[in-house]
Each structure stands twice: as C-alpha cells, then as structure tokens.
Nanobody, 118 residues
Framework: VQLQASGGGLVQVGGSLRLSCAAS????????MNWFRQASGKEREFVAV????????YYADSVKGRFTISRDNAKNTVYLQMNSLKPEDTAVYYC????????????WGQGTQVTVSS
C-alpha cells in the first residue's frame, strides 16, 4: 500500500487546514487509517485513527474537539480536518495504515508539513 499525504502549509493561530492522504496498491477498506505527527526534536505521536468504514474514531487528547478524521472509501482517501490550530500543532503529519485501529501501522506516507504561526 502506498500512501501520499498532502494539504499541509503555513497557517495562522486559530486557522484551519485539511490534510488528505490518498492510498493506492491495496484494498483501502481493509485498513484502519491513522494520522500521526512529529514535531522538530520530538518523538512521533498519535493524532487520530478511523476504522475501516468510518464507524469508529479515536483522537489524542491534545486534538480532541478540534480535529476530525474522516474517510471516503470510494476515493481511497482519508482526511484530517484541523480547526482552531495552535502553535503546538506545528509538525510533520503522517498518514498510516494499520490492520486494526489499535494496531501499530503497517504502511506510512511521506509526511506533510504543517506550520502554525503566531
């Protein structure tokens, strides 16, 4: 499975961005889809996960209520809508595919930079 993330950029505090991750090379609905992020000098951290058909989602406490993960299986794409962005959201964001929502990812995308300026 190949994953291609896009949609990152520079945004001001309080702004919004929507990240997309397009999948190819596999059956998209066979995988739970995740978003992780890694800030400069920090370890990669979990952001959100969505189950195979979107019925279940989980979020890190740091983004709960501000970020929304969704997927469109017809388009083989997962999204991360990010609202009320904060400087601490600045990171490289990665999409990843796992067999189950609580499994470690099997496949990773290349990452897209999100920078929140104050």
């Amino acid at each position: 499975v190949q994953l291609q993330a896009s949609g990152g950029g520079l945004v001001q505090v309080g702004g919004s961005l929507r990240l997309s991750c397009a999948a190819s090379g596999g059956t998209f609905s066979n995988y739970a889809m995740n978003w992780f992020r890694q800030a400069s000098g920090k370890e990669r951290e979990f952001v959100a996960v969505i189950s195979w058909y979107g019925r279940t989602t989980y979020y890190a406490d740091s983004v709960k209520g501000r970020f929304t993960i969704s997927r469109d299986n017809a388009k083989n794409t997962v999204y991360l809508q990010m609202n009320s962005l904060k400087p601490e959201d600045t990171a490289v964001y990665y999409c990843a595919a796992s067999r189950f929502p609580d499994d470690p990812p099997l496949y990773w995308g290349q990452g897209t930079q999100v920078t929140v300026s104050s």
